[in-house]
């Protein structure tokens, strides 16, 4: 009787969410990104990182990424299977093809490149070759049995439906991106399975399914609310409106609403990826309940969790697991200084943590979102990444003395899968638009197309290390449109100059945009000149423990030993000085001792400190 109500109220689930998303169908976002295909990378260090990306892309055979789907399906495959998270007896193994078919399917849509095309058509005609074998709908690297094993014991098997979602966003991302409609059939069938698993099933057992709050929860959902909201956006089918809400978690979502800090001892990644999936929830459904939480959570993290650079995740307050003791875990609010240990801030939670900012920023135009998401891009985002390999970290350590541990090419960790993903969207959220208004939100060189006003604007720059930009608007014919230019809080002044004629600005201690409302013209030129300052950001937990900052990067020292100060925070600032502008190599006298420091992005296989504490005993 249970499980046949259940049933029921789902599917009555569908007409009443269908009939609100009719009531509430404006869109919430007040500005919109620029498509993939519209922002150009001009030749740059960033260009360079994102090759690198590319060539790593490149070196990956797709038999061997198929070969665990073609086994689980019975069909015969003889590429030589992948090691690491995607070796053949792994719990995991096929959620690094989710994440390689989102890099490849954004490559593909901005380059056209022929290789990766046929590729990604190749891929996508093969998983529907295993699809079909299934006759359920089904397509994964590892044996659907891991369902009924996670729907009986809530553990004992490694996060289906994590790898479930990777392999669905990247297969949606494939649809977007190049408009394989195979992907699409792929993708409904992917979702029908989903439907007729969780239909079968009763509340009680669906909550005891997504409770995740042991550290490492084996049943972790992944983005599985995000990809079916996603899905439900494109094929309006309440059937998935309604899906996708069974995994938006009440024990997790309810105290958020309240502004309730429950982050202490969650598994760091498994958690942020859920309110993401809140976030598509309001987009969709407009209900405040879930715009509450997305907010209050941002709040909270940023406030008592993160730091100096906006990622976080690291050691469990109460460790029961070999990883919690170091890693992957929120602990307690406002208390960082005793997590600094060589396994914290997760690079998917960097990338994940970005993505929240950017929904957030869509929705409110406002600088304080935009002003984070730049300081994790340059000091959480482009340092997990080797300078000259190309190789990922899985974590950033901030401590002293550390060393960044890349990963192995067949490691194929989250890690992995995530940074391709980032990289491969290194011109993602520079620019947004509305109607009237073209927001510029980082400093990038590019080319920006707005189709809708015949413009283009293109930005030159060597930004962060030289403090100048410059744009020049291309436009058949003049424009009416107001362009806002991102004034970061680190920012302790700026020039700002029209055609060679400088404008009135004023400096304000938060982010703020300079708005700039004229009518444009073909080759119209504007130049900004930051002014650049050292400047501390301490632990909330102890005044003394701080990380530096020259502008908007993060400095790290190059040592061998823990970094111990003497004297006070103004002192210390006093005695930074820059060493080399264009290379952006600083010094810091102190106690008799002279330190290097350079930008975090750019320490590579040095042993490096970030976090210096001041001791004077």
Same mark, same amino acid.
């Given at each position: ?465 030289? *403090? +100048?930009? #410059? /744009?020049?608007?291309?436009?058949? $014919? ?7 230019? =991102? @004034? ?88 930074? *000085? +820059?060493? #080399? /502008?264009?290379?952006?190599?600083? $010094? ?7 330190? =290097? @420091? ?20």
């Amino acid at each position: 009787m249970k499980k046949s109500i259940f049933i029921f109220m789902i599917f009555l689930s569908y007409f009443n969410s269908f009939g609100q998303h009719v009531k509430n169908n404006m869109d919430i976002r007040k500005v919109f990104p620029f498509y993939s295909r519209d922002v150009i990378l001009k030749e740059s260090w960033l260009k360079q990182r994102e090759e690198l990306n590319i060539i790593f892309l490149k070196s990956l055979e797709p038999d061997r990424l198929l070969h665990n789907f073609k086994i689980t399906a019975k069909l015969p495959s003889d590429a030589k299977p992948l090691e690491g998270w995607e070796s053949p007896k792994i719990g995991l193994r096929g959620h690094f093809v989710g994440h390689y078919l989102s890099a490849v399917s954004i490559l593909v849509e901005k380059y056209k490149d022929p290789l990766l095309t046929e590729r990604l058509d190749y891929m996508v005609d093969e998983l529907y070759k295993c699809q079909q074998v299934s006759k359920t709908g089904y397509l994964g690297a590892f044996p659907d049995s891991s369902f009924d094993v996670l729907e009986a014991k809530f553990t004992g098997v490694w996060a289906p439906y994590y790898t479930y979602h990777k392999i669905m966003q990247g297969i949606l991302d494939v649809y977007i991106h190049t408009n394989n409609k195979k992907a699409y059939k792929i993708l409904l069938g992917m979702a029908d399975y989903v439907i007729n698993r969780m239909s079968k099933l009763n509340k009680e057992t669906i909550e005891k399914m997504m409770y995740t709050v042991d550290a490492n929860p084996q049943n972790e959902m992944g983005a599985m609310n995000e990809v079916l909201y996603k899905l439900y956006q494109i094929s309006k089918s309440s059937k998935h409106l309604a899906i996708a809400k069974l995994f938006d978690p009440d024990w997790f979502v309810e105290p958020l609403c309240r502004n309730e800090d429950i982050l202490s001892g969650l598994h760091s990644n498994t958690h942020l990826v859920l309110v993401n999936g809140f976030a598509q929830r309001y987009a969709v459904t407009k209900e405040t309940k879930y715009r509450d939480a997305v907010f209050n959570f941002w709040n909270i993290l940023t406030n008592f969790h993160v730091y100096a650079n906006g990622t976080s995740s690291g050691p469990r307050p109460n460790a029961t697991t070999k990883t919690s003791v170091t890693a992957e875990h929120w602990g307690l609010p406002g208390h960082l200084c005793n997590t600094l240990t060589k396994e914290i801030a997760e690079s998917c939670v960097s990338h994940n943590t970005q993505k929240l900012c950017s929904y957030i920023f869509t929705w409110t135009a406002e600088p304080q979102y935009a002003d984070s998401y730049m300081n994790t891009f340059y000091n959480a985002v482009l340092p997990v990444q080797g300078c000259y390999s190309g190789s990922y970290v899985y974590h950033l350590p901030l401590g002293s003395p550390r060393n960044k541990k890349y990963l192995k090419d067949n490691d194929f960790a989250c890690c992995s899968g995530s940074c391709t993903e980032a990289y491969a969207q290194l011109n993602s959220n520079i620019y947004y638009h509305n109607d009237s208004a073209l927001y510029v939100n980082l400093y990038i060189p590019s080319i920006v197309k707005w189709e809708e006003k015949g413009i283009e604007l293109e930005q030159d720059s060597r930004f962060p290390k030289d *403090s +100048v930009i #410059n /744009f020049t608007i291309s436009s058949q $014919q003049e424009s009416q449109f107001v362009l806002k230019l =991102l @004034l970061p809080s680190w920012s302790k002044g700026v020039d700002v100059y029209v055609n060679d004629k400088k404008q009135q600005t004023s400096v304000n201690s938060a982010a703020s945009y300079f708005v700039l409302n004229r009518t444009w013209h073909n080759q119209d030129r504007v130049r900004l000149v930051f002014h650049y300052d050292f400047h501390l950001k301490s632990m909330p937990d102890n005044p003394n423990t701080f990380a530096i900052y020259y502008g908007p990067m993060l400095l790290a020292f190059e040592c061998k030993s823990e970094v111990i100060l003497k004297g006070d925070t103004e002192s210390i600032l006093k005695n930074l *000085s +820059v060493s #080399n /502008f264009k290379e952006a190599t600083f $010094q810091l006298t102190n106690n008799n001792n002279n330190y =290097l @420091l350079r930008p975090l992005y750019d320490i590579d296989q040095q042993s490096y400190g970030v976090y210096a504490t001041i001791r004077n005993y």
